[in-house]
């Protein structure tokens, strides 16, 4: 089959599914309000891969059937070729202005990372290795939407999953069938997950210990699947009357994110990754490829965004001139050092990679890593520093229809910028709003910030992961100088 477009993936939307928000049950996600413009830019992705403008930059020739494919799903062979992901991943970004940290692209990369590393599901039982790479090229082949869930409820954090009031609150194996086996309980969080294809669940790296083993699984399944629900939280855009001049971001691009309940579901066997493994559960995320993927194209979207943050500062501060003044304009040079500093490390995470156990190449994790620590606290300090910027003209903002109502010579006048009319210069003040302060993008702020999962849990591992030796022995070698200094008195 390969790429699909837009409308094959809005009519695979139809399949039956159990959707649960504001108090109803969705029958059919394609027309029900707040997923209706998310839907949309998804689709409007896919129809990308169709278009002749796009197609040689964002496909490839499948390995088996020939058809083309997302690129995504390429294992690069070099860096010029996970460069040219790179560029691929950028045009997915720019259509959704790097606001969008779910559309398909982010899983794309994720399943072909967790298929390079096949070989780690081989170690518990070479039927999981098949199915593993089975999976990947049904995924590739069908250009299925994929979400994810990978956390257990935060029900008593305290304990563990086998702890807890019910054996099942969290999800865990409740039996084995012939067909496979049957699971009971619920994940989270599952962005996009009403809207997607397939759901993947696997372990979040936290660590598992005896008694957990029915909660140590890996497997996947449609979403369609009898008795899987999706129970969301309220929306930040109920309604999609929202127009693109007032809400730019939020009218368009709301991620809702899903509990995911299993009430007795049955994973067949070929679905099947690993299970009552704490072993898997507990290394499977920081193996080799698993992450490292996803972790590029995550980068990428990124460098999207903070483009999108420099530009909106820029034209923020031109618009009524307080960027002559040297303390503004500090804060714009602040902003754009972050977004090079972070393109900097993208370029060197893919020259300075290395070809893994298949032959192909992974981006520098190093790298990767070291950017997902700093992105989330640049990305708070941005929103900062676009708040001071703006002021109380971030506050200030009419609608775009009181621009053509009956005082519209007045807001035209009153709301006017140091070159522009009132209309113009409004709207740059309410992208800027949108771009931080609605309640939807508020959420993709918080979002950002637990994007690695808990970020001190993260920067204490990556101190231990990341590569410093040529420090460490430039740092000795000072250390020796200094005790050879009283070599003599040393017994």
Request: charged share 25%.
């Amino acid at each position: 089959m390969g790429i699909r477009t837009g409308k094959q993936y809005k009519e695979g939307l139809r399949s039956p599914r159990e959707v649960y928000i504001n108090g109803e049950k969705v029958t059919d996600v394609t027309q029900y309000p707040a997923f209706r413009r998310p839907i949309e830019a998804i689709a409007n992705l896919y129809d990308m891969k169709h278009d002749a403008r796009y197609q040689a930059a964002l496909t490839f020739s499948s390995p088996t059937t020939k058809d083309l494919c997302d690129i995504c799903f390429m294992p690069p062979k070099n860096a010029n070729e996970l460069g040219k992901k790179t560029e691929a991943y950028k045009l997915y970004a720019k259509s959704t202005y790097g606001v969008m940290g779910r559309s398909p692209e982010f899983m794309n990369a994720h399943i072909m990372g967790i298929a390079e590393s096949a070989r780690f599901f081989g170690k518990w039982g070479e039927q999981f290795e098949q199915n593993m790479h089975r999976y990947f090229e049904y995924v590739r082949e069908n250009d299925l939407f994929l979400t994810h869930a990978l956390g257990t409820p935060q029900i008593d954090r305290s304990k563990a999953s086998h702890e807890q009031r019910d054996l099942f609150l969290h999800l865990g194996v409740k039996e084995e069938t012939q067909e496979g086996i049957i699971v009971r309980g619920a994940k989270q969080l599952a962005t996009m997950g009403p809207i997607t294809d397939e759901l993947l669940v696997f372990p979040n790296g936290r660590s598992f210990k005896e008694g957990d083993e029915r909660y140590c699984m890996a497997f996947a399944i449609p979403v369609s699947t009898p008795g899987l629900k999706m129970l969301c939280r309220q929306p930040f855009v109920p309604q999609d009357d929202r127009n693109v001049y007032d809400h730019p971001f939020s009218s368009r691009f709301e991620e809702n994110d899903a509990m995911v309940v299993f009430d007795d579901v049955l994973v067949p066997w070929e679905r099947v990754f690993f299970y009552n493994n704490v072993e898997a559960a507990n290394t499977m995320r920081f193996n080799a490829d698993v992450s490292i993927h996803a972790t590029h194209q995550a980068t990428v979207r990124k460098l999207v965004k903070f483009g999108m943050a420099a530009a909106i500062a820029s034209k923020l501060t031109d618009s009524v001139k307080t960027n002559v003044f040297p303390q503004v304009a500090e804060r714009v040079g602040i902003i754009i050092a972050m977004l090079k500093s972070h393109e900097s490390a993208l370029y060197a995470a893919e020259q300075c990679g290395e070809f893994n156990e298949n032959g192909n190449w992974r981006p520098n994790k190093d790298y990767l890593e070291a950017q997902n620590i700093l992105y989330a606290k640049n990305n708070e300090a941005i929103v900062d520093l676009l708040k001071q910027m703006g002021a109380a003209g971030l506050m200030l903002t009419p609608s775009g229809h009181d621009f053509f109502g009956p005082e519209s010579e007045n807001f035209q006048y009153y709301f006017s910028g140091a070159n522009s009319d009132g209309f113009h210069r409004v709207q740059i003040a309410k992208m800027a709003w949108d771009f931080f302060g609605d309640a939807a993008t508020q959420r993709l702020l918080h979002y950002e910030r637990f994007y690695i999962g808990d970020p001190m849990f993260y920067a204490a591992g990556y101190s231990n992961r990341a590569n410093i030796k040529e420090w460490m022995s430039l740092t000795d070698e000072l250390l020796n100088e200094g005790r050879a200094v009283f070599s003599t008195q040393v017994k």
